[in-house]
């Protein structure tokens, strides 16, 4: 149970220690006088019983240990050695933002439109592929059939014959050489270094390209662009300052509390650069 007063006494050895070893300007005396995490005490209340067992290390002094490690990247040992010797949160998210390489049908798919995903808005730059034969049919002039197992050229003739293509993206319809050799619609079929017939790829996800194409020409997308290399910067920070590269524990919940405590841990350095004056530079 939570205890009724979790006020420390300093002693004059303490403060003279910290004065010595701490300076004036340094970001954790900044941040202690900018944020208030007093609040955290009532927030977890209710995860503690209100009148058995012993008092309980306080909440706000575990959050503090958090944030430390997560601001020095300390390991948990560190933290637990360290915090010995001194004895001393979800977001509804409703779109997303991300760089062109998340143009890839099976992430936007994840994110958009799995039953047991997140069902985010994406946006996301589509990625420039012109094609390769430009004046020729394209994919898109081969429709494929209610039941999905069947395509159509321009001239009618269909196939059923196909095979998953090498990163199982999608399948590629082939259809004959009788269908093709004789065909009136060839020279805008084929390339005319090309013998063959025709084949055709269908991707899985063609309808997610479709849909972060079609974002892509909105107004809403330019507006959420535009906010987006802000956001980059916050990111780049969290990777290359707080290595938030790898991760420090398996399971999916135990990464979020690492990106949520990571996440805390800018936005109290934000909150003290906003709110407090930046130090003097010292003449040398």
């Given amino acids: 149970m939570l205890k009724s007063n979790y006020q420390v006494q300093l ?20 941040l202690k006088a900018t944020i208030d995490f007093a609040p955290a005490r009532t927030i977890v209340a209710d995860c503690y019983s209100p009148d058995q067992g012993r008092g309980a290390i306080d ?3 575990l959050l ?20 010995e010797e001194e004895r001393a949160h979800s977001n509804n998210i409703e ?32 990625k420039k592929q012109p094609p390769r034969y430009p004046d020729l049919f394209q994919t898109e002039d081969f429709p494929i059939n209610q039941a ?34 004789d065909c009136p619609l060839r020279s805008q079929c084929l390339p005319a270094q090309n013998r063959g017939p025709r084949k055709v790829s269908k991707n ?21 662009r535009q906010q987006h290399p802000a956001i980059e910067r916050k990111l780049n920070e969290l990777v290359r300052w707080h290595n938030g ?9 135990r990464v979020k509390v690492q990106y949520l405590l990571l996440g805390i841990v800018v936005n109290c350095k934000r ?13 040398a």
Avoid at 271 to 283: M, S
């Fill in 59 to 61: 909440p706000v002094c």
């Fill in 245 to 253: 590269r790898r991760v420090r524990y398996r399971g999916r919940l």
């Fill in 204 to 224: 899985d996800f063609q309808p997610q390209y479709e849909v972060a194409r079609q974002r892509a020409t909105t107004t809403e997308y330019k507006k959420v």
């Fill in 271 to 283: 909150i003290v650069r906003l709110l407090t004056a930046a130090p003097a530079a010292q003449p």
């Fill in 148 to 181: 999905g197992d069947e395509v159509a050229c321009p001239n009618g003739e269909t196939t059923c014959t196909r095979n998953r293509d090498g990163k199982n993206h999608g399948w590629i319809y082939h259809f004959r050489q009788s269908q093709c050799s």
């Fill in 95 to 126: 779109s997303l933002s991300i760089d062109g390489v998340g143009f890839n049908g099976a992430v936007l798919k994840a994110l958009s439109d799995d039953a047991d995903g997140p069902q985010l808005t994406v946006f996301v730059p589509p």
């Fill in 11 to 30: 002693t004059p050895f303490d403060l003279v220690a910290f004065e010595v070893f701490v300076p004036a300007d340094h970001f954790l005396r900044r």
């Fill in 64 to 83: 503090k240990f958090s944030l430390l490690q997560f601001h020095y990247d300390l390991s948990d040992d560190n933290v637990i050695r360290q915090a």
